[in-house]
């Protein structure tokens, strides 16, 4: 038996992901263990291909992609106006912060985008890191928040991610009238979603 990292979550569906090399299996509560084991083993030739090919963490001049578009990954002090050439230090920390000043134009571009199609107003947006989520909304905050690493996947998956937060606007859980309005807005949103776990995310070596 493979193993694997169990997350429990008030979802509908077992969601399976490979994470700086380890197996990590979302599922709902009330989903047995033997369930969970079944739905691994199912998917074991998926799971042993992606380790496999799963990235090693970043070097000196790797090529990473931000929606599709090639760009060279620089830990090394160099004067270079090259827009396609991201220039920062080989830590965790320095790397988010170079990642999220080249993509907060374009999330929020497309977060004010949606919000005014979908006639929602007063929101703010925050651009994190996260491992296991890909979105959240926080109603208190009357803000949302996405994972930069959407930024490595393309946009039809960031705008797929904006819909659903911005859908718990009107409904807090995942009820069914929640994903009918989620589909009323993005009609190929459980294809998109699919979609989400096909890519890779780059990784660097944990901070000492």
């Keep these: 038996m493979l193993e694997y990292t169990l997350i429990r979550k008030n979802n509908k569906n077992l969601y399976l992901r490979i994470r700086e090399g380890k197996v990590v299996v979302t599922a709902p509560k009330n989903v047995s263990k033997a369930y969970v084991d079944q739905f691994v083993c199912k998917h074991r030739s998926w799971i042993e291909q992606r380790l496999t090919t799963s990235k090693k963490p970043l070097q000196n001049l790797d090529t990473i992609y931000i929606f599709g578009k090639p760009y060279t990954i620089c830990f090394d002090s160099i004067t270079s106006k090259d827009p396609m050439i991201i220039k920062c ?38 651009i994190g890191f996260f491992k296991s ?16 690493n959407l930024a490595f996947t393309d946009i039809e998956c960031l705008d797929a991610i904006i819909i659903h937060e911005l859908c718990h606007v009107s409904y807090r859980n995942h009820s069914s009238a ?4 989620v589909l009323h807005w993005m009609p190929n949103y459980k294809e998109v979603h699919k979609r989400l776990n096909s890519y890779e995310i780059p990784i660097l070596k944990k901070d000492a």
């Design 133 to 148: 989520k890909w979105g959240s909304f926080h109603p208190t905050k009357k803000e949302i928040s996405l994972n930069g």
């Design 89 to 126: 230090g080989p830590d965790i920390k320095s790397f988010q912060t170079c990642i999220r000043l080249k993509i907060q134009d374009i999330f929020l571009q497309r977060f004010n985008m949606h919000c005014e199609r979908m006639h929602i107003k007063g929101l703010k947006l925050r």
């Design 178 to 181: 929640f994903y009918k309005e």
